[in-house]
């Protein structure tokens, strides 16, 4: 669901390599339960840039800037709008523009793409995708949110499912700030709202264990995300149901569901339609630590997105949490939410260089190669063993990575990897479909290393909900 981190890209080529639940992947569509080779696409353009995020389908980015797809299937419910065409062999994923993808992330059911020309486009379940019409949602028919799992995306049925929802304070935007900040863009002739179709979308039993399918909701198809003249994004970070952009000077935009504070907008806006701008340098209350000193720094050079929660990095190496905080995901020492971005104070003193956001639990490694976590860990994620939660950043302290410098660190929906910068990978917490990729289906709770049968040194990692995908180099 969420990396950042250093590239530990060396010369000569690179191939992909996958493991975990990618059901089309796999003749019999059973989990690969060890690194395995991601099949050579057929238009000869080989795969470069893994990246994060997908239910049940993987992600890449080709040499020539070309965004690849794989390893869904329909039976499960997978939509062809999110994931494209279900099949084994990585292929093209159109998207109406001519610039070259540069970085992409998927979410629980939807996607972003960054093009060369710092555009972004959104496309999969319609409440996360920007769109012309701005619809004021009905705040009293959320549902609550302790009665769902985390994994399966939010639904009543007073309010059903539509193309856009409430935004800042309640209010409607005019006319000019409509067309200001928004635009779509298809690749068919008759219109965005010609071609969005209802698909059904993967979600998880109560347990949030087993695939299954659920009714049917409305996608949308790639759009075009309109921001104000001169803004140029560099990344995305998709989450359970919203999306953060980074642009190239440092400023960050959020959309989507923010019902737990999760855009970091100061309050619980439910949905927002189009991309706002996050404060997070306001010398205010809310935009101060905890201890009332300025957040450090001047502009973000990160972000991640959990399930419900975000994570952003300061230049000075700060890290700012916002959003769920029920299992502690957002390290500031409480179970309760956090509406705008705060920093993690016990954090205080190290720089931090790479953040990664799951499920319920956060990431962050530090400029000499520690790695921190916090948040849940009820399938041993956090790698600190045990299966206790921890409320503030605490030290993986594990023999295996002793002498290791960690560069990376990515987390899938309850697992956890990184990478040294000897190529290693290293991987633990929930293993059901072999996302750990140790040959088995059995959890860990401490950091145990990946075996690349060929002796290959990996160069960057990128974890789904239920697989982990590496570019690895062989020697």
Known sequence: ???????????????????????????????LLQPTPVPVSVLNDPLKTVCNGGCGFGIAISESGNLNTWGSTTDHGHCYLISGKQQEVPELYPLPTDSPIVHAAGGWAHCAAVTGDGEVYTWGWSECVSSLKLNIADDSAEPQRNDLSPDVPITTSQSPLRLTGGLLGGTKPTGKQTLRNLACKTTGSDGAEEVIKRRKVITNSAEGQS???????????????????????????????????????????????????????G??????????????????????????????????????????????????????????GLYGQIGQGSTEDELSPSHVSTLQGLSIVGI???????????????????GGNQFGQLGVGGNNAELSPRLIDAPLLGDELSVAVACGARHSVVLTGSGK??????NKYGQLGLGDCNNRDLPMQVTMNDGGRAASIACGWWHTLASVRTK
């Not at 905890?290 to 419900?308: D, E, L, M, N």
Request: glycine share 14%.
């Open 1 to 31: 669901m969420g990396y950042v981190g250093g590239e530990n890209a060396a010369a000569g080529e690179c191939s992909v390599r996958m493991w975990g639940y990618l059901p089309a992947a796999s003749p019999q569509r059973t989990p």
């Open 211 to 265: 695939p299954e399918a659920s009714e049917e909701n409305a996608f949308a198809p790639p759009c075009l995300v309109k921001l104000d003249p001169g803004i140029r994004i560099s990344s995305v970070a998709a989450g359970g149901r919203h999306t953060l952009a980074l642009s190239d000077v440092g400023q960050v935009w959020g959309w989507g569901y923010g019902g737990e504070g999760q855009l970091g907008l």
């Open 267 to 324: 309050s619980c806006i439910r949905i927002v339609s189009f991309p706002q701008h996050i404060p997070c340098f306001n010398m205010t209350d809310t935009g101060n630590a905890r201890s009332g000193v300025p957040i450090p720094g001047s502009y973000i050079k990160a972000i991640a997105c959990g399930g419900r929660h975000s994570a952003v990095i300061t230049d000075t190496g700060a890290v700012l949490t916002f959003g769920w």
């Open 356 to 374: 990664a956001a799951g499920l319920w639990h956060t990431l962050c490694i530090t400029n000499t190669g520690d790695v921190y976590s916090f």
């Open 425 to 430: 990978i290293f991987a633990w917490g929930w």
